[in-house]
């Protein structure tokens, strides 16, 4: 009895050392930048409770917890900010570079335009001239007075992830020639067509695979419930810079009330994060 109770141990233990390895094993990434949009200086979108960059700081964090925890650290999250202050866009862009970071994930709130309404508010007189020289006489009209109101827009919410739009490829180019591993870009010819081509194709294989990323994402969005607006490709500066495959994803509206309210509950953070990770994980098995 005893040596069977030792042989279960010893299992055990086997059991426990090993998971770790296959854990890090399984996973083709090892770092993931977590870029917390905003901050500081720039609180980003403004809602009725809250602030965007609030929020974005509280579901980055959350997500990178859940990525070191559940990997076993296999996968490391790399945190473009930890606190509230903000990182300019280049700073972000080498944070994720320099780490070598596999994905880059940037975190955003929502929040749509003010509808623009002018009104009539009444009238009021308007002096004008006729005449030339000493015949000249001035006159009164009537004329209509109008004030402009903006009305904050609260109906529209959902979740959207952008993947970086083709007119802002050059600068992706630039940031892997820069930060890419592949020691052949040291001794090619910038100048040689040969190279802009293959250059190309490993931006066309990072825009496949933020794109491959961005669905994951969204379809995750879908099982929870969520308002589910696509996967939408837009020329933005966080993601040009980076020399990754890399998203931004809009988790909601901040001016919808009810959305807010989830955005800022422990419910919707924790959903929110899960939402990333498991795509994240998903990703991670096939890329």
């Not at 069977?4 to 050392?17: A, E, H, M, P, R």
């Not at 955003?108 to 509808?115: C, D, E, K, Q, V």
């Not at 870009?185 to 040969?194: H, I, R, V």
């Not at 933005?236 to 980076?242: I, R, T, W």
Request: aromatic fraction near 10%; include cysteine; charged fraction near 25%.
């Amino acid at each position: 009895m005893n040596f069977v109770l030792k042989s279960l141990v010893i299992l055990f233990c086997s059991v426990l050392f090993i998971q770790p390895v296959n854990a890090q094993k399984k996973y083709k990434i090892r770092k993931v930048a977590i870029d917390a949009g905003h901050g500081g200086k720039d609180p980003g979108a403004i809602g009725f409770i809250s602030q965007e960059k609030e929020i974005n700081l509280k579901i980055a964090l959350r997500l990178g917890k859940m990525l070191q925890d559940s990997t076993g650290g296999a996968i490391q999250p790399i945190y473009t900010r930890t606190s509230d202050w903000y990182p300019t866009l280049k700073e972000r862009h080498a944070i994720a570079n320099n780490a070598k970071a596999d994905l880059f994930i940037s975190i955003h709130i929502n929040s749509t335009a003010p509808r623009k309404e002018v009104i009539k508010t009444g009238t009021k007189k308007q002096k004008y001239y006729v005449g030339k020289g000493k015949k000249r006489k001035a006159r009164y009209k009537t004329v209509p007075v109008y004030k402009t109101i903006y009305h904050k827009e609260t109906a529209t919410k959902g979740t959207e992830t952008y993947v970086l739009g083709l007119h802002r490829m050059d600068q992706k180019e630039e940031a892997i020639i820069n930060y890419e591993d592949d020691k052949n870009f040291e001794l090619m010819d910038m100048n040689d067509p040969t190279t802009k081509i293959i250059i190309n194709q490993y931006s066309q294989r990072y825009l496949a695979k933020s794109v491959s990323l961005a669905s994951k994402i969204q379809s995750n969005f879908r099982l929870q419930g969520r308002n589910d607006l696509g996967v939408k490709q837009k020329g933005l500066e966080v993601l040009a810079g980076s020399a990754m495959p890399g998203v931004l994803v809009e988790f909601g509206f901040i001016n919808n009330r009810e959305e807010e309210a989830y955005l800022n509950s422990s419910k919707g953070i924790e959903e929110c994060a899960y939402s990333i990770y498991k795509a994240i994980i998903q990703y991670a098995t096939i890329h």
